[in-house]
């Protein structure tokens, strides 16, 4: 594609004006896709509160990845936009890319995806984490760009509705099942190392300030939930003094959508049935409705199996996809799979997977 296509072109970070464009730019491009409700409500509660977001974004990582996004424009009208968060100091995750009908097929992808690469993560030394969908084209052009698959990240949800079965005799016997409380954070980074293969954590770096982040900055996700009606809830099970599970039940109320999350400890697989029973237990107890769902990784047929006899459908796949900084390239030369072939080990690193 010759210099010319993007003589009137701008790429710029997003502004409150540009929000409402974004929004049904989004809306028509990934309205398939399992969260998008929730981020065309998240984008439009964004633009409501932009006066009292964007000054927080300064103090919270959270907040700030509500503006990480980048508006491609011609003649002032947005054509396309590209949404990256900050998973930690040295790692940037693309969230979605996307341009409106008539400017797909032109190379426009390519041109900024490259861009960012070249300007950002490379001149930054970061490394680019993204999910595709397995029957996406998108693939082998990610590819080319340098990505490589590790792993697939399989969705699976089940509706919350009358009828719906959550045995409450196996989940009223789960052993130190309780709320999180405060003392408990700077114990969940340790139950991450021990539950996450060491592959992963590789790939995606977690930080123990996201087990255990400041008064200042829990306070600020509080607001930012608060704004996005949005409720958090987190569970752990302590056995013998050490927590050994992490349940975390994030719901989105406007939508009807509560996504959990799971970390277990290996020794513990076991409980897994278990507490995927009392997540739903609460949810229905609490008078909820609409959708529950989470995600997990392929490496373990024994989880996938738990969640089909739960009643919970896969309806939906993903490769993530890394490409390794420069000082990294060659020491992840050695971690990264050929496409196709699942990691063989034994969860979100962003977030939901487990």
């Known amino acids: 594609m010759s210099a010319n296509t993007f003589e009137h072109m701008t790429i710029e970070k997003v502004q409150r004006p540009d929000l409402a464009q974004l929004e049904q730019l989004?809306?028509?491009?990934?309205?398939?896709?399992?969260?998008?409700?929730q981020i065309r409500r998240r984008i439009h509660r964004t633009r409501q509160f932009y006066y009292i977001l964007h000054p927080l974004s300064k103090f919270s990582t959270w907040v700030k990845n509500h503006?990480?996004?980048y508006v491609v424009k011609i003649a002032g009208q947005v054509i396309g936009f590209i949404q990256l968060s900050s998973l930690n100091p040295t790692q940037l995750?693309?969230?979605?890319?996307a341009f409106s009908k008539q400017y797909r097929g032109l190379g426009l992808g390519t041109w900024v995806l490259t861009k960012l690469l070249n300007d950002v993560a490379d001149v930054n030394d970061y490394d680019v984490v993204l999910e595709v969908r397995v029957d996406n084209p998108a693939y082998s052009f990610y590819q080319r760009l340098g990505f490589g698959q590790v792993t697939q990240i399989l969705h699976y949800e089940k509706p919350l509705r009358s009828g719906c079965s959550w045995p409450e005799q196996q989940t009223e016997t789960i052993s130190g099942f309780r709320?999180?409380?405060?003392?408990?954070?700077?114990k969940?980074?340790?139950?991450?190392?021990?539950s996450v293969p060491l592959t992963l954590r590789r790939v995606i770096k977690r930080t123990y300030g996201e087990f255990n982040p400041s008064m200042m900055v829990r306070g600020l996700e509080w607001i930012k939930n608060n704004l996005m009606r949005k409720q958090q809830k987190d569970y752990v099970v302590e056995q013998q003094g050490k927590i050994v599970?992490?349940?975390t039940i994030n719901s989105y109320f406007k939508a009807n959508s509560h996504i959990f999350s799971l970390i277990l400890h290996p020794a513990h697989e076991q409980l897994?049935?278990?507490?995927?029973?009392?997540?739903?237990?609460?949810?229905?107890?609490?008078?909820c409705q609409g959708v529950i769902s989470t995600t997990i990784y392929s490496d373990d047929s024994a989880k996938q199996i738990t969640l089909a006899d739960l009643g919970f459908k896969n309806n939906l796949a993903?490769?993530?996809?890394?490409?390794?900084?420069?000082?990294?390239?060659?020491e992840l030369s050695r971690v990264l799979i050929p496409a196709g072939q699942p990691v063989l080990t034994g969860r979100k690193p962003l977030g939901n997977q487990n």
Do not use: W
């Open 272 to 287: 897994r049935r278990a507490i995927i029973e009392k997540a739903g237990s609460i949810l229905m107890a609490n008078g």
């Open 67 to 69: 503006f990480t996004i």
């Open 93 to 97: 995750h693309v969230d979605y890319i």
């Open 318 to 330: 993903y490769y993530l996809m890394f490409r390794p900084s420069a000082l990294r390239q060659k």
């Open 179 to 186: 709320e999180l409380r405060g003392g408990d954070r700077a």
């Open 188 to 194: 969940l980074y340790r139950l991450y190392l021990e």
């Open 26 to 37: 989004f809306a028509s491009a990934f309205g398939e896709e399992i969260d998008a409700e």
């Open 245 to 247: 599970a992490l349940l």
